[in-house]
């Protein structure tokens, strides 16, 4: 099926998850409660409960990535960019055309760990990296070894 790579936000009560989590152990478990109560206040205090909602409802996030991956993120980082940013010595916004995927955390809220080149003053690139959402990248091609 065509792919839409859209979102769609729902909001649940966070008792209900508890419960139906609670629900899933054995009727004879003995800490069913604190361990429900551990998780969901964990993952309520890192605003995390989303994920085991996920989960609990058997929806998975596909990540059509793989280290090596080169992609088009979407984002903007400081630097060099522009002849004029040069001439006058101050670093500009300039947009990353492509970067390499070098790692990949699918628990992590940004799930894409990427290499990027930013434009130095004298003309030289520096190795940059930062973990960003995959939602943010697009592919373009992959590390062929």
């Known amino acids: 099926m065509?792919?839409?790579?859209?979102?769609?936000?729902?909001?649940v009560d966070v008792d209900s998850i508890a419960n139906k989590l609670l629900g899933m152990f054995n009727k004879d478990e003995k800490?069913?409660?604190?361990?429900t109560e551990s998780i969901?206040?964990?993952l309520v205090a890192k605003d995390r409960v989303?994920?085991?909602?996920?989960?609990m409802n058997g929806y998975t996030t596909d990540i059509n990535f793989k280290e090596g991956d080169i992609v088009k993120p979407e984002m903007k980082v400081y630097g060099y960019w522009t002849k004029e940013s040069i001439e006058k010595d101050l670093i500009c916004q300039g947009e990353v055309v492509t970067a390499t995927i070098i790692a990949i955390d699918e628990y992590a809220d940004n799930t894409l760990t990427i290499e990027y080149l930013v434009p130095n003053l004298d003309g030289t690139f520096r190795i940059d990296?930062?973990?960003?959402?995959?939602s943010l990248c697009s592919k373009t091609s992959s590390y062929k070894q």
């Open 2 to 11: 065509k792919k839409f790579n859209k979102y769609v936000s729902i909001q």
């Open 31 to 35: 800490h069913a409660e604190i361990v």
């Open 40 to 42: 969901i206040g964990n």
């Open 50 to 55: 989303s994920g085991l909602f996920n989960s």
């Open 129 to 134: 990296s930062r973990t960003i959402h995959h």
